[in-house]
């Protein structure tokens, strides 16, 4: 047997742990007694390692051995083990209350604000002695600035888990009674000491015997779930002693029992095999995002096996297309497919020595249901289009609102909130900023944060905390933003689809300007056309037109294709109303000041002018359309004779139309195919729009 020899960059450093002698496991006993490694584990002067003690006592207990949460199940357990919860309740009420004591004193001896970092910190040393279940709670609640107040967040946020490993005899014992084979008939080798230890369970780098592949294995902490239970029915007797106390409204045993169950999930590696098999599926094929292979036949309730990703922390390295690989794959992941890594902490992000994003841990993930994430889309567009009235209506959808709420002044805080956040423009929103003042509102009007979408927040909390670690001035909100309106241009949800009707139709009046945005932005998505884009010797112009057409000659453009088909027949119906003016006007004996252009008319011209110049990048040569005050100036501009005629076409293609016909034939068959329909499309629309303004101009 053999120890592993450091891989070429080594991920972690070798003093990391530094409990552990490197031995051979050749050296370690096969029966050897647990108490005694749990011993010689609690040989290091810290906290953590003594609370292993406790949970060694709690290893073989009947708790240890639940698959899902269940509370009857852990009330009967306990309630046969009167001592242990009465030792429990002893050891967590003298911890907190000499922490809420002295909070107290701060408050008589009014000392409160210039304690309040002291106290922050020692509440956070507090939770980390108190084991696990209270390390989960504090990283729940730091993404809850509705809960608690801004200044903990902080605090709490720094809650490093990198904790004290357990013995590696035990956690050796533990893979043989969970594989059910001696270590080494599975591995030709291993780490002699864990690479990394977190709250629940720690790591390990080994060689798969069967394949040569190396591993990463995940033990889990002996104890753990017995420690775990015991914690959450204290807690949930807590929270109905508080609940009648504190006369609150909320069930706190029920917002108790939904974590404790996410929490028993988590705690169950085959379900994290599971989920990790899933997140592999629908985005490890990605560019450039890595996610692990999981070893599902090697993985067991508390051991799980997966290919060993080799990288560095994302938080030290200085790397910004990390960042957009990860805003691209969050995007995908709550946006598309509605599957997201919940806790997409530093730790468990990679960069992998090839520029590759790795993600990690999969004990957590969060669903964001269809209905939600159409929601929070709606709400993103009515935040960037400054419709304050429709986002706080937003918030009641997303069940971010009580229906009890004051609504009148919850709108006025939050469009003050919203007004600040966009006042530098979308790509300058700092999703930071905007949370820290949402935090501030949500906790004076007693708002809520549904447990779905703290999740959300906190997945792109993160995003942004690490980005800003690179960039200062990178706001997470301003890149996602091109992905939502990509999104929004292409989905065929009737929901998406009626607000981007509501959106584009301003009272019956078409607004080019946010589609011109939306079409812009969305632009600026990574694609794989975009990242393609890199060696694309093509000039800008030329891509952006490509990019524009492809857009609007492929399937998933139809939507948006049908409204642009319109619009272009209204400035074409417009356009042959200019050309007739411009003729007439050429007659020796034209009439004063005569035009069949209406105000309408002239808005349609000018659209399909800038509809132009979106939809093919070109650049006007001619005086813009948009500087012509109204009919008469139109009227007015006076052309020689020979160009007269010309003018309105020059007004709305420009001249230069080869660069257009190149980029047609450089597209798709698909598209070129959809592009040889359009013209009988238009001729129906242009033809039914003639007739009706005919027949109005003649009956009426
Ligand atoms: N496949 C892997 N390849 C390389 N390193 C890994 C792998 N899996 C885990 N690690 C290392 O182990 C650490 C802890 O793993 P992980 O986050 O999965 O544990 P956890 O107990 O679920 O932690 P947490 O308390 O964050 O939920 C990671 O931060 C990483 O450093």
Request: hydrophobic share 45%; aromatic share 10%; net charge neutral.
């Amino acid at each position: 047997m053999l120890i592993l020899p450091p891989l070429s960059r080594p991920l972690f450093p070798a003093t990391t742990f530094n409990s552990n002698p490197r031995r051979s496991f050749k050296n370690i006993p096969s029966n050897l007694n647990l108490r005694r490694h749990v011993a010689a584990a609690t040989g290091e002067v810290d906290a953590f390692t003594q609370y292993s003690g406790y949970l060694f006592e709690l290893s073989s207990s009947e708790a240890e051995s639940l698959t899902e949460y269940n509370v009857s199940k852990i009330r009967d357990i306990y309630q046969k083990k009167p001592l242990i919860l009465f030792r429990r309740l002893f050891q967590t009420a003298t911890t907190l209350g000499k922490w809420f004591a002295l909070r107290y004193y701060d408050a008589i001896t009014e000392r409160t604000d210039m304690m309040f970092e002291v106290r922050a910190a020692e509440l956070r040393k507090i939770l980390v002695q108190l084991g696990p279940a209270y390390i989960k709670i504090a990283q729940a609640i730091s993404s809850r600035p509705d809960l608690i107040p801004p200044s903990y967040l902080d605090e709490l946020s720094l809650l490093q888990d990198r904790i004290a490993p357990f013995s590696t005899g035990v956690a050796f014992d533990i893979i043989e009674q969970e594989l059910g084979l001696p270590i080494d008939a599975l591995f030709s080798e291993i780490s002699p000491e864990p690479v990394a230890a977190a709250s629940l369970g720690q790591v390990y780098q080994a060689r798969l015997r069967s394949s040569g592949k190396v591993v990463a294995i995940k033990v889990q902490r002996p104890g753990v779930r017995a420690a775990i239970s015991l914690d959450i029915l204290i807690l949930r007797y807590l929270a109905g002693v508080i609940k009648i106390v504190g006369k609150f409204n909320t069930d706190l045993q029920a917002v108790v029992d939904e974590w404790a169950s996410s929490l028993f999930r988590e705690m169950d590696y085959k379900k994290e095999a599971d989920n990790g098999v899933k997140f592999r599926q629908l985005y490890g094929g990605l560019k450039d995002v890595v996610v692990p292979e999981m070893y599902v036949q090697q993985t067991t309730r508390k051991v799980l096996v997966m290919q060993w990703v080799e990288g560095q922390k994302l938080a030290e390295v200085q790397d910004l297309y990390m960042i957009e690989v990860g805003v691209y794959c969050s995007f995908n992941q709550l946006l598309e497919y509605g599957f997201y890594h919940a806790d997409p902490h530093p730790g468990n992000l990679l960069r992998t020595y090839d520029g590759k994003l790795a993600y990690l841990d999969f004990g957590m993930m969060g669903e964001f249901k269809e209905e939600l994430r159409d929601g929070f889309i709606e709400a993103c567009l009515h935040l960037v289009n400054r419709d304050y009235d429709a986002l706080a209506k937003d918030f009641v959808t997303l069940g971010l609102l009580p229906s009890t709420a004051d609504k009148e002044a919850v709108t006025m805080a939050l469009t003050g909130v919203f007004r600040d956040a966009v006042s530098k423009g979308v790509r300058n929103i700092s999703f930071g900023d905007l949370l820290g003042n949402l935090g501030t509102t949500m906790y004076k009007f007693k708002f809520r944060i549904p447990s779905y979408f703290s999740l959300v927040i906190r997945s792109l909390a993160v995003l942004e905390g690490i980005a800003i670690s690179v960039n200062p001035d990178y706001k997470v909100l301003g890149s996602t933003y091109p992905w939502i309106a990509r999104k929004v241009l292409i989905d065929s949800s009737p929901k998406l689809r009626s607000s981007l009707q509501d959106l584009l139709y301003e009272d019956g009046v078409f607004r080019i300007d946010r589609l011109e945005s939306l079409l812009t932005e969305s632009l600026r998505a990574r694609t794989e056309i975009d990242l393609v884009r890199k060696q694309a010797e093509d000039d800008e112009s030329k891509l952006v037109m490509k990019q524009m057409l492809s857009f609007a000659l492929n399937e998933k453009g139809a939507f948006v294709r049908e409204i642009l088909l319109e619009e272009i027949a209204k400035g074409l119906d417009a356009l042959g109303l200019a050309t007739l003016d411009s003729m007439i006007a050429n007659l020796p004996f034209r009439p004063n000041s005569f035009s069949s252009m209406t105000n309408e008319d002239i808005n349609n011209l000018r659209t399909l002018r800038r509809l132009v110049v979106l939809l093919t990048g070109l650049q006007q040569t001619a005086t813009p359309v948009k500087e012509a005050k109204g009919v008469d100036s139109y009227n007015n501009q006076k052309p020689s004779s020979n160009e007269a005629s010309m003018l309105p076409y020059r007004l709305v293609f420009g001249q230069d139309m080869l660069p257009l016909l190149s980029v047609i034939t450089e597209l798709p068959q698909d598209s070129q195919q959809l592009l040889l329909q359009l013209p009988a499309d238009l001729v129906g629309k242009l033809f039914s729009r003639v007739a009706a303004r005919t027949i109005k101009r003649v009956f009426m």
